[in-house]
């Protein structure tokens, strides 16, 4: 395979220079932001030597070239197009300044609660466990001891991310940069006061 004819060929058929805005790469993958969309001729890109397809998402072109392909491809790509290497997160950056509102919220979004997501399912597996085992002790198909550490402990963790979940939410939220979100850890914090009280 001719690497550089086919970083040639993308380079021609994409818009040239004056529409590439930054270009880098992932293990399988040559990620373009372009200017213009409509530039970029995709059927003719999908055809060349080495193309395995060619989708465009989170405001980049996105080609595939596969593992041990893409790096050279991007190389010679790179060379052609006289413009400086990228790396994914500072492309993802680009591409994010370049969407409109709302999908800058949608992403936003995305980027406060995605991280959070697996405390809060294994919270709430959590949480519907103890409410059948509450179930059958109080029905009498379970002799369980309620007052016993281990289930008292099991009782409070269950609880514990949906009592927390405005801190974890300004934890995620500051760490994208959305440090006003912290302002909803308050009623957290006075719930966890009351609580801690009526425990003593």
Not at 10 to 38: M, P, Q
Not at 60 to 67: A, H
Not at 99 to 111: E, F, M, S, Y
Request: glycine fraction near 6%; include cysteine.
């Amino acid at each position: 395979m001719d690497y550089r004819k086919t970083a040639q060929e993308i380079y021609d058929h994409i818009g040239k220079k004056e529409n590439i805005i930054s270009a880098a790469h992932c293990a399988t993958r040559l990620r373009l932001v372009i200017s213009d969309n409509s530039k970029a001729d995709k059927e003719y890109v999908e055809n060349i030597e080495g193309v395995k397809g060619v989708f465009f998402a989170q405001g980049q072109m996105q080609i595939i070239l596969g593992t041990g392909v893409v790096n050279k491809v991007y190389d010679e790509f790179i060379r052609i197009a006289g413009v400086s290497e990228s790396s994914k997160e500072e492309l993802k950056k680009v591409a994010a300044s370049r969407a409109n509102p709302v999908q800058r919220l949608i992403k936003t979004l995305g980027d406060i609660f995605v991280p959070i997501i697996p405390a809060i399912v294994a919270s709430g597996f959590l949480m519907g466990i103890m409410e059948a085992l509450n179930f059958m002790v109080n029905n009498g198909f379970l002799n369980i001891d309620t007052s016993g550490s281990i289930y008292t402990f099991a009782q409070l963790f269950s609880n514990t991310a949906y009592t927390f979940l405005p801190i974890l939410i300004a934890y995620s939220g500051a760490k994208v940069a959305l440090v006003p979100s912290a302002t909803l850890t308050r009623k957290c914090l006075v719930q966890t006061r009351i609580w801690v009280q009526l425990s003593v």
